[in-house]
């Protein structure tokens, strides 16, 4: 991509949502840390429902410790991994108390050093608590990196690096929010909104889809990626079925016999 295109892509992006925010719930870099390292394979949502049980009773590395690690998984047990989850984050408030004051270091080795916490959680809350410009790339941002031609790469720490190296200084430091929040909510992972996105000019993704490719809303109580194929399906196999059957019924002789039945059932039927 050229590069006044990538300084069109996010002045765009930037128009849309000047101030983006993550997704996940907090109130200072304690809460910030934590529910990062909970989001890990699981949802913003989940983390979110869960640490709005947990934070009232404890929000402190303190706390936590206080609750214990059985209790925590409590909080925690709807969230992916959690189990592993529960004892990562007691060891992490064990260390932050012993190396830190019991304070979330800003330094990417101190915080790589906790337990649970990876280079990308490290560059999230770098990023979101103590605004450095890094951007951690997640599953929306590689998609939407390579899709868009941004910053196309085969693995993660790769697109990372470029978008880094690429992203114009100006808007370094909520690349990651609008990236992962474009990738999200517009640039779906199994079927892309084009029709609809800011920056479809810009992108080479194709082919573009359009709005009349939209998923339906997948339905209650159904796996979302196969409800509607699923629900078109059973309806292509009814009216094959409905049509072999009346094809069937055209060709074959009624039998005398099954005839009978048919008028004397019509006749036992009482009239209106
Ligand atoms: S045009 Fe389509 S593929 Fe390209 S970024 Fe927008 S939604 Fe994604």
């Known amino acids: 991509m050229k590069p006044e295109h990538r300084v069109e892509l996010y002045r765009r992006l930037a128009a849309v949502n000047p101030n983006p925010r993550s997704d996940l719930e907090y109130s ?3 809460e910030l840390l934590i529910a990062v390292v909970l989001s890990a394979q699981a949802t913003d949502v989940s983390v979110n429902k869960a640490t709005a049980r947990l934070y009232p009773v404890a929000n402190t ?3 936590i410790l206080a609750l214990g690690e059985a209790k925590l998984r409590d909080y925690i047990k709807t969230i992916g991994l959690y189990q592993t989850k529960a004892k990562n984050v007691i060891k992490l408030c064990e260390l932050l108390i012993a190396q830190h004051g019991g304070e979330v270091p800003n330094d990417r080795a101190a915080l790589e050093a906790l337990p649970g916490v990876g280079s990308k959680t490290a560059s999230v809350v770098l990023n979101v608590a103590f605004g450095v410009p890094t951007i951690a790339v997640d599953t929306h941002i590689f998609r939407v990196a390579n899709r868009t031609g941004l910053a196309p790469e085969k693995t993660a720490d790769k697109v990372a690096a470029k978008l880094e190296k690429v992203t114009p200084k100006d808007y370094l430091l909520n690349a990651h929010h609008w990236l992962i929040l474009h990738g999200r909510y517009v ?5 892309p909104e084009c029709w609809r ?3 479809v000019e810009l ?5 573009k889809s359009r709005a009349a490719d939209a998923e339906p809303e997948p339905l209650k109580g159904k796996p979302v990626a196969n409800a509607s194929r699923t629900a078109a399906k059973s309806a292509r196999k009814a009216v094959k079925k409905a049509v072999r059957k009346g094809a069937k019924a055209a060709s074959k002789p009624r039998s005398p016999r099954a005839a009978t ?3 004397s059932k019509r006749e036992r039927k009482p009239s209106a």
């Not at 640039?187 to 079927?191: D, I």
Request: proline share 9%; glycine share 0%.
């Open 28 to 30: 200072n870099h304690f």
């Open 61 to 63: 590395p303190q706390a």
């Open 187 to 191: 640039c779906k992972a199994r079927s």
């Open 197 to 199: 996105c800011q920056i």
């Open 203 to 207: 992108c080479r993704y194709k082919p």
């Open 261 to 263: 039945t048919v008028a």
